[in-house]
């Protein structure tokens, strides 16, 4: 595979040079595992962006019959010149119009010389929007993957959770208790709790004090107060969302006093 010679060397690992077959394509972006790669000239200049999607498509067009040994550039005649976003016009409203556009999954970040200076991805940008950390054209933008557990789904011996945010101050969940399942008795040293009950009729334990809850119906939890949630129906789900506010929210900051099913 031909070198490329970028002086922004962190951004090596996505670049690949016009006269790189497509089978070295294919290799970087197994390598880099973000699903494209820049094609760059002997200037470093930005020249396209090709995904694994335009690979598969131009595969398909082919029937498959392509020299994967071939250049990349001589399959690029019909290739539309590549969306991007100059460094010193990025700004949250430049990028939120760009990003939505149902084909744009990344921006490239050029300079003057159209080289390219950093990029961000579509999910980069929302995880930066809602942790407040849409911090320019220079910022590493890979940092904010490790809050992608919002993605997962928790199965628990009550139901289940699935967080649908997660950042530096707040954690969102949508949870599901089944029919006469409940959680432990426990607190929390990090964070506060807000619950919202969607559906479903339940109990709720707050220190020495009980209630009943309903769709609609509010709940504060405050650090540091045990509290549990039972779901008094035999046929239906409890469904609540939650709103976490704190420092930390791993589920090690659980403390628990009572619990059904013999967890620690």
Avoid at 107 to 124: A, G
Wanted: net charge positive; aromatic share 10%.
């Amino acid at each position: 595979m031909a070198k490329i010679k970028n002086k922004f060397d962190k951004f090596a690992h996505i670049c690949c040079s016009l006269h790189n077959s497509i089978l070295d394509i294919l290799r970087q972006i197994e390598i880099n595992k973000e699903g494209f790669v820049f094609l760059v000239d002997k200037n470093n200049a930005l020249v396209q962006v090709i995904t694994d999607g335009d690979i598969r498509r131009l595969l398909i067009q082919h029937n498959g019959d392509i020299n994967l040994n071939a250049p990349c550039l001589q399959f690029m005649q019909n290739k539309n010149i590549p969306v991007c976003i100059d460094e010193n016009t990025f700004e949250f409203s430049t990028l939120s119009l760009l990003f939505m556009q149902d084909k744009i999954a990344v921006l490239p970040i050029i300079n003057k010389q159209k080289q390219l200076v950093n990029y961000i991805t579509k999910s980069e940008f929302h995880s930066a929007v809602l942790h407040n950390s849409l911090n320019g054209s220079n910022y590493n933008y890979r940092l904010l993957k490790k809050y992608k557990k919002e993605l997962d789904i928790y199965a628990r011996p009550w139901g289940f959770y699935k967080s649908v945010l997660l950042t530096k101050i707040l954690q969102s969940k949508i949870i599901v208790i089944f029919p006469l399942q409940a959680i432990s008795l426990q607190k929390h040293r990090h964070r506060e709790e807000h619950w919202i009950i969607v559906y479903g009729k339940g109990n709720v334990v707050l220190e020495d004090t009980q209630m009943q809850v309903y769709p609609g119906k509010y709940v504060f939890i405050p650090k540091g107060c045990k509290h549990r949630i039972l779901n008094i129906s035999s046929k239906n789900n409890l469904v609540f969302f939650e709103l976490q506010r704190g420092n930390y929210f791993g589920e090690d900051d659980i403390i628990r006093y009572e619990d059904k099913y013999n967890r620690s």
